[in-house]
């Protein structure tokens, strides 16, 4: 990187930090005025030496250089990576601090609607705060002298990857599996996947697993290109090594193994084909609920693509805590919106009348009726395609309104034409539960704007040593 080697340094102190979790500082320029500077990896009170780079939206970008007094609150970071990975970026704040961070941020965003009336409940913490992902993408890359990389993104560079020797956050064998993909790979002879010129082979690995059920789950995606095709010795000297690697030696639990073909062209969408290679073609999880003095063991497919929340622990959390706000009766009557693989809508349906799932994704849908079939469900449909476009033709086939909607949308947030048919719904009680309350605060708006007001706020910390936080809120009309 080009700026790099133009070193404007500053001595900074960190004040704040910035909605992506990094330190802010301010900057005297020549003129006097002041500027501020985002730090990566710095955190209010530390004394920083920074190295400026351009500005972006009024603020100067930089690179940490050196920490000539650490604030109060710094730790050392258990990661060996923590620095140059993006990954995690509060490795060095306590986790206490961490929480306290997250619940100011909900509090800042939705001040303008919180009052008296408004029942705000303390953030929910994961304990422990490691070894909680349930999935990991990684990437193959190679550099021009032939160094072969199987790992995450360097922090600040356009797709550059470092060798992962070890992750906290997830269990100790998705690193076990990924010496195994690098031995494989050095011995098969095949390039890294380069996206300008669809040249290479190997483009990212995919690790899942069930938490609750010990299943695991690797998915090797490759090249579309039919002149870097894996031949039949590559897929079987694959299998056999992830088998002798991190194969389960308890027969209850289960290993898949996939191949996934990326194909691109211009002009046209990319397309993705799966071969299953080894094993079960899903892996399975389970989520305990608990309300009203019962409790339920519900279990759940995950396709290899599919969403499931990637944070088993913080899930049963989450779904327990939005069953208990949403208040469910025997004559309840639920709209499931982005509903993923059905978890939220199936644990409703325990305790609801009927339950009626959206979602966009083909394959979440399969999972969503295969889920509903496992846990013997006969109150509970899931129907394929956009929650905007559905809503309108749901309401005018039912003749009846729902008594409770649930929407769980992507990290955008609902968009206009979604938003627009849930005030047509005019449902009694909205639950929104929000993996960027950034988005939902945005939303929450135009839902009070359209007759709902703002009860109830719970914070998820479904993410530690990161910035991320989950967030429930309950709006009645």
């Known amino acids: 990187m080009s700026s790099r080697h133009k070193l404007r340094l500053a001595d900074l102190s960190i004040q704040e930090f910035s909605k992506e979790g990094h330190g802010i500082g301010s900057y005297a320029m020549q003129d006097g005025r002041l500027t501020e500077v985002e730090v990566p990896f710095s955190i209010p009170g530390d004394q920083v030496v920074a190295n400026l780079l351009k500005r972006r939206k009024g603020i100067y970008q930089s690179f940490l250089e050196e920490i000539k007094v650490p604030s109060s609150d710094r730790i050392e970071p258990r990661c060996i990576h923590f620095g140059k990975c993006g990954g995690c970026r509060w490795q060095q704040f306590p986790y206490e601090r961490q929480l306290q961070q997250k619940e100011a941020w909900i509090k800042t965003y939705l001040k303008p609607y919180l009052h008296e009336g408004v029942k705000w409940n303390p953030i929910l913490p994961c304990s422990p705060p490691w070894q909680y992902r349930n999935k990991m993408e990684l990437t193959f890359s190679s550099d021009k002298a032939q160094n072969r990389y199987l790992g995450l993104i360097l922090y600040g560079t356009r797709g550059h990857v470092f060798e992962m020797q070890e992750c906290h956050l997830v269990n100790p064998w998705f690193v076990e599996a990924v010496k195994a993909v690098r031995q494989w790979w050095e011995?098969?002879?095949?390039?890294?996947?380069?996206?300008?010129?669809?040249?290479?082979?190997?483009?990212?690995?995919?690790?899942?697993?069930?938490?609750?059920?010990?299943?695991?789950?690797?998915?090797?995606?490759?090249?579309?290109?039919?002149?870097?095709?894996?031949?039949k010795r590559h897929l079987e000297s694959f299998v056999a090594v992830l088998r002798q690697a991190i194969e389960p030696a308890d027969s209850s639990q289960r290993l898949s193994i996939f191949l996934r073909i990326q194909q691109i062209g211009k002009g046209r969408p990319t397309s993705f084909y799966e071969m299953l290679l080894y094993g079960p073609d899903h892996i399975r999880e389970i989520i305990h609920l608990q309300l009203n003095d019962q409790s339920h063991a519900l279990q759940f497919r995950v396709s290899p693509s599919a969403f499931f929340q990637p944070n088993t622990r913080q899930a049963e959390q989450l779904y327990n805590c939005a069953l208990k706000m949403a208040d469910l009766s025997p004559d309840s009557l639920v709209y499931d919106l982005y509903c993923g693989t059905g978890t939220l809508g199936v644990c409703c349906a325990k305790w609801a009348k009927e339950v009626i799932g959206i979602e966009l994704n083909p394959e979440s849908v399969l999972d969503a009726r295969e889920n509903?079939?496992?846990?013997?469900?006969?109150?509970?449909?899931?129907?394929?395609?956009?929650?905007?476009?559905?809503?309108?033709?749901?309401?005018?086939e039912k003749?009846?309104?729902?008594?409770?909607?649930?929407?769980?949308?992507?990290?955008?947030?609902?968009?206009?034409?979604?938003?627009?048919?849930?005030?047509?719904?005019?449902?009694?009680?909205?639950?929104?539960?929000?993996?960027?309350?950034a988005t939902q605060a945005a939303n929450l708006g135009d839902l009070l704007a359209g007759g709902y007001r703002l009860k109830e706020v719970q914070p998820v910390d479904q993410f530690p040593q990161t910035v991320h936080v989950e967030n429930i809120i309950v709006l009645t009309r």
């Open 399 to 437: 003749k009846q309104r729902p008594d409770i909607v649930l929407v769980d949308p992507p990290r955008v947030g609902l968009d206009p034409r979604a938003i627009q048919h849930l005030l047509e719904l005019q449902a009694p009680k909205l639950i929104y539960v929000s993996c960027n309350p």
């Open 187 to 231: 011995e098969s002879g095949l390039d890294a996947y380069h996206a300008g010129r669809d040249t290479g082979s190997l483009r990212t690995l995919t690790i899942r697993e069930g938490q609750r059920t010990g299943d695991r789950l690797i998915m090797l995606t490759v090249s579309g290109n039919p002149s870097f095709a894996l031949q």
């Open 372 to 396: 509903i079939k496992t846990n013997g469900l006969s109150n509970m449909t899931v129907r394929s395609g956009d929650v905007g476009h559905s809503l309108a033709a749901l309401l005018q």
